[in-house]
Nanobody, 118 residues
């Protein structure tokens, strides 16, 4: 079983910044895409940002220009720098990774709460 460990959530005022981090400790044959999803109360989980193993990012339109995703392949980590946060960014944020051990499989972190409020 692969465990993704998230950190960095919290309460921030509108316009503020937070940085989320996710680590996938252990030895894997390969990690392909990694990303961040979020789920607000009463809404479906949605993609926020993803990044390929080669470093190519992809963002939801709602966060373009404000969020930046990055990864460190040597450390099996992915981070999400969130700037100019808005109340509508409030959600539980989940890390996701496509990992190969004996087969390719997607794994999820436990989620971290981000609350944007004054």
């Amino acid at each position: 079983q692969v465990q993704l460990v998230e950190s960095g959530g919290g309460l921030v005022q509108p316009g503020g910044s937070l940085r989320l981090s996710c680590a996938a400790p252990g030895s894997f044959f390969r990690i392909n895409a990694m990303g961040w999803y979020r789920q607000a109360p009463g809404k479906q989980r949605e993609l926020v940002a993803a990044i390929t193993s080669g470093g190519s990012p992809n963002y939801a339109d709602s966060v373009k220009g404000r969020f930046t995703i990055s990864r460190d392949n040597a450390k099996n980590t992915v981070s999400l720098q969130m700037n100019s946060l808005k109340p509508e960014d409030t959600a539980v944020y989940y890390c996701n990774a496509n990992v190969y051990r004996s087969t390719w499989k997607y794994y999820w972190g436990q989620g971290t709460q981000v609350t944007v409020s004054s």
